[in-house]
């Protein structure tokens, strides 16, 4: 990745506080007290979304800057800071356990977030995105199934460690029953949603997110 000049030393991470894959990517660093600069990439200053597309030109966040290094995509990031900057979690452990915990990650994001995205997308431009839309919200359901069946009895997505799968599950877990609820059908799916959200750095994401509620195009529930 290209060095971007005049970016700073140290950690920079660009991030929108009501933005799922930016969960994805605060909940290591602050699970793990990783010292970084946050940039808000809200309205309040443009200039910060400004800076982040002068390093990114694809305009997506998170966006970590590492003295200079330009890392895009979530999970790029949460790689990039078990092997640059380690701190006292294993976000990707060796062996079996870490190809489970890859896995588990691409299933948050692809059956998981890429399935509400097109239900969002709907609610904000309503004449573009309603197959989709449907497709999304059934696609929602299987997934759903898959994980009641085959989420384990531990506490977290593999094992009893937090791994890179649960700072994927967290954020993806916790839009989608805003937009298409698991039911009272799938208690495994809930209660691995309610630990998630018990955990200090997602319940931390949840808290600032929280003054962004009224962007939710659905209309957020009061429940969490
Ligand atoms: N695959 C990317 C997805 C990032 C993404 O879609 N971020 C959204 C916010 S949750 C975004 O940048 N939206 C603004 C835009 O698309 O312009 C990742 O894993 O980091």
């Avoid at 970084?36 to 970590?64: C, Q």
């Avoid at 593999?158 to 649960?166: P, S, Y």
């Avoid at 630990?195 to 509620?213: D, F, G, K, Q, T």
């Amino acid at each position: 990745m290209s060095p971007s000049a005049g970016l700073g030393t140290g950690l920079t991470l660009y991030v929108h506080p009501f933005s799922s894959y930016s969960w994805k990517a605060l909940i290591p660093l602050w699970a793990d007290a990783t010292p970084f600069t946050y940039r808000n990439v809200d309205h309040s200053d443009p200039s910060v979304m400004e800076e982040l597309r002068a390093a990114w030109p694809i305009g997506k966040f998170p966006l970590l800057v590492d003295d200079g290094a330009v890392i895009p995509e979530a999970t790029c990031i949460i790689e990039h800071l078990q092997a640059k900057h380690p701190g006292p979690n294993v976000w990707i452990p060796d062996g079996d356990v870490g190809r489970r915990v890859r896995f588990l990650d691409r299933f948050f994001d692809l059956h998981i977030q890429a399935n509400f995205q097109p239900v969002v997308a709907n609610a904000i431009w309503p004449d573009g995105e309603g197959l989709a839309a449907g497709r999304g919200r059934a696609a929602l359901h299987v997934a759903y199934d898959w994980l009641e069946a085959n989420l384990p009895d531990s506490e977290w997505a593999v094992g009893d460690t937090f791994t890179l799968a649960d700072c994927s599950a967290a954020p993806a877990l916790f839009y989608a029953d805003w937009i298409e609820r698991f039911g009272d059908n799938r208690p495994k799916l809930s209660a691995y949603r309610q630990r998630l959200l018990a955990h200090p750095a997602v319940s931390r994401a949840v808290e600032e997110a929280r003054p962004y509620r009224h962007y939710f195009p659905l209309g957020a529930p009061g429940r969490d």
